[in-house]
């Protein structure tokens, strides 16, 4: 299954989706010149002119670009969320010390930890009510699903693992696959701070918007359903703590309103 004919699924259940066929074209375009890359690893640089380099780069930007807008779309249209989870996860890999090549992939790999929701059964995805035992597996296999989508393509490898494993949690009760502490990849442990900073601070159907401060305590200190201690890796939470101000700041710059 293509990524193309994934998303040519989902505009059918979301007819005001505007992404034309020549987008869709475009976005199978990318993915086969992605593809193509675990094929041509052993190619040394001077064999690929940077002309072509340069047009598959541009064509991962929009493929990325493409995935993130849809997956955004279909869980329920929030606004600049991938953006600023993107900006989070970047400023947080520079904060706790990571290298330029870690940091620039976190920084367009982020957005796409939700993409296996465009996958999700719609009727489970859209549900008002609480789920049953089986729509909530449903709903968490969302991690599976946009593994299994991004992994095909060697250039999104973290995306890949970032998808897998953000709801994972530092004592080993997350999913899907009860990882705890450092076997958790350091991506998705950032992203997850970063994604859920971002969710308390959005209002959804389920929950108001929270100011900066409530959003920074319960991360910091937990609240009723959010043990901090138990869901984030420590080292990330007192970095996070010393540099909260500038999550609120890339808040207000990518604010929705």
Request: charge should be negative; hydrophobic fraction near 35%; glycine fraction near 6%.
């Amino acid at each position: 299954m293509t990524e193309a004919f994934i998303l040519s699924e989902y505009i059918d259940h979301h007819p005001g989706l505007a992404i034309d066929q020549r987008d869709m074209a475009a976005v199978q375009r990318a993915f086969d010149l992605i593809a193509a890359d675990g094929e041509t690893e052993t190619q040394t640089p001077p064999l690929v002119p940077a002309a072509t380099v340069q047009q598959s780069k541009q064509e991962l930007e929009n493929t990325i670009y493409f995935l993130a807008r849809a997956a955004q779309i279909y869980d329920e249209g929030t606004g600049n969320h991938t953006r600023r989870v993107n900006e989070y996860s970047f400023f947080l890999a520079q904060t706790v010390g990571m290298d330029t090549a870690f940091c620039e992939e976190i920084h367009y790999s982020a957005q796409l930890h939700d993409l296996g929701k465009i996958s999700v059964d719609p009727i489970v995805l859209g549900k008002a009510g609480p789920l049953s035992e089986t729509e909530r597996q449903e709903m968490d296999n969302h991690t599976i699903y946009g593994h299994r989508i991004l992994s095909q393509s060697p250039n999104l490898a973290m995306a890949a693992e970032i998808a897998l494993n953000h709801h994972e949690k530092w004592d080993g009760t997350g999913y899907p696959n009860a990882l705890g502490g450092e076997d958790i990849p350091l991506s998705a442990r950032i992203t997850q701070i970063a994604d859920i900073y971002d969710a308390l601070r959005t209002a959804r159907s389920y929950k108001p918007a929270f100011d900066h401060e409530t959003a920074r305590s319960i991360i910091i200190s937990g609240d009723a359903r959010i043990d901090s201690v138990g869901h984030f890796d420590p080292k990330l939470v007192e970095a996070f703590s010393d540099t909260h101000a500038d999550f609120d700041r890339i808040w207000r710059e990518l604010s929705d309103g």
